[in-house]
């Protein structure tokens, strides 16, 4: 069983709101965490998004389009619905003018928001949309073995589903340029891997999990291992992994406004809550089970990047972002779904909290490869 670290005094920094339930978090004197610093130092300075953004943007566009010319499309684009990957659509689309295929995985826990903003971006961009249906059956029993597993890391199956299935479709077409909603404006503050934060698509963690704890076989389920989509795909096969959101303006408030004038689209209440597991996930089982806030880092990427004051995102950390009635709700429509009764699932909740550590994994040869990336300018956000 992996070992708890000592507790350390409480403290919070004094410009966002990341705090020491990060357990590797340092302050400096003025007492800024090292999020900020690194915001500060790497990422600021490196982060263009005037003239010299757009002429980037328009040098890329014409790269892409060169490379796509004479085929069906220039790139595709992971689309699920939630702001980042739907404001990526439409600069693809209205500043870019690139001709991409829109590609949506459904991996069971869509909220009709979400489906009806990609309806709307589809026949508001007169785009083709494909959608790739995960087998539910293996969904579900993925799922409920992670949560058996009594790991912080409950997305990694719908994220495992959502990029191997974009990575893997690309590559099978021969779709060199995967267009992605990741920026550094409501971004730059990565989560630490203690708060579900895995560093990517570990097979090795996966399958021993899944042979611990699950019942069925994986026969179709997308799994495309992070050394296999970042040295096979990426740096032996030529794939590449295009951000057009770092090269414009991009406020959160501004492109929520912008798609919802154009195309109808409806805001979230927060990020991420385009996925029903997702928004229960965060809002209920990680800060109840684990006592970690996601939101911390989402409203820190926001009060770096000057979309948020310091006192607006504490005022709304100290409150539960759904109610308690609606948590209940969702707590009980999760088991239910997931097969499980509400008191199977309570237990499991209530269980002995474990890490990756307790698992197979690859963990130091993911955390050697991110800390190359660092040291090459590829990856400016703090890894941890």
């Excluded at 992670?146 to 299935?165: E, H, M, N, T, V």
């Excluded at 076989?217 to 590449?240: A, C, H, N, S, W």
């Excluded at 199977?344 to 963990?363: P, S, V």
């Amino acid at each position: 069983m992996t070992q708890a670290k000592p507790e350390r005094p409480y403290h919070v920094c004094s410009h966002c709101i990341m705090d020491t339930s990060d357990p590797n978090i340092v302050f400096d004197e003025r007492g800024w965490c090292d999020y900020c610093a690194n915001f500060d130092a790497l990422i600021k300075p490196n982060w263009h998004t005037d003239e010299r953004g757009a002429r980037e943007l328009g040098e890329l566009a014409d790269r892409i389009r060169a490379h796509g010319k004479g085929k069906d499309f220039d790139c595709i684009i992971g689309l699920s619905g939630g702001l980042d990957s739907s404001y990526a659509a439409y600069i693809t689309c209205e500043r870019m003018g690139l001709r991409p295929l829109l590609f949506h995985v459904d991996a069971g826990w869509n909220t009709d928001q979400a489906v009806g903003n990609i309806e709307r971006l589809v026949d508001g961009l007169g785009l083709d949309l494909y959608t790739e249906v995960i087998n539910w059956e293996e969904m579900k029993d993925l799922q409920v073995a992670f949560l058996r597993s009594q790991i912080p890391d409950q997305d990694l199956p719908q994220d495992g589903a959502f990029f191997s299935a974009l990575y893997k479709f690309a590559r099978k077409h021969r779709i060199k340029h995967v267009i992605t909603g990741s920026n550094f404006s409501t971004e730059c503050c990565r989560e630490p891997e203690e708060w579900g934060g895995y560093p990517g698509i570990d097979k090795t963690l996966f399958l021993d999990i899944h042979s611990r704890f699950g019942k069925g076989r994986l026969d179709t389920f997308p799994l495309v291992d992070i050394l296999v989509y970042k040295i096979l795909y990426q740096r032996v096969l030529g794939m590449e992994i295009v951000k057009p959101l770092n090269l414009v303006s991009y406020v959160k408030k501004d492109a929520e406004d912008e798609l919802e004038r154009r195309f109808g689209w409806q805001k979230f209440q927060h990020k991420h809550h385009e996925s029903r597991f997702t928004r229960f996930y965060e809002d209920y089982w990680m800060p109840r089970k684990f006592g970690y806030h996601k939101r911390r880092a989402h409203f820190s990427s926001l009060i770096m990047t000057g979309q948020m004051t310091r006192d607006a995102a504490l005022q709304r950390i100290a409150q539960p972002e759904m109610d308690e009635h609606f948590l209940t709700q969702e707590f009980e429509y999760v088991a239910n779904k997931l097969d499980l009764r509400v008191d199977e699932l309570q237990q499991i909740f209530a269980g002995e909290n474990r890490t990756y550590r307790d698992y197979r994994n690859k963990r130091w040869l993911i955390g050697a490869g991110a800390n190359v990336m660092r040291r090459l300018g590829l990856e400016r956000r703090l890894f941890r």
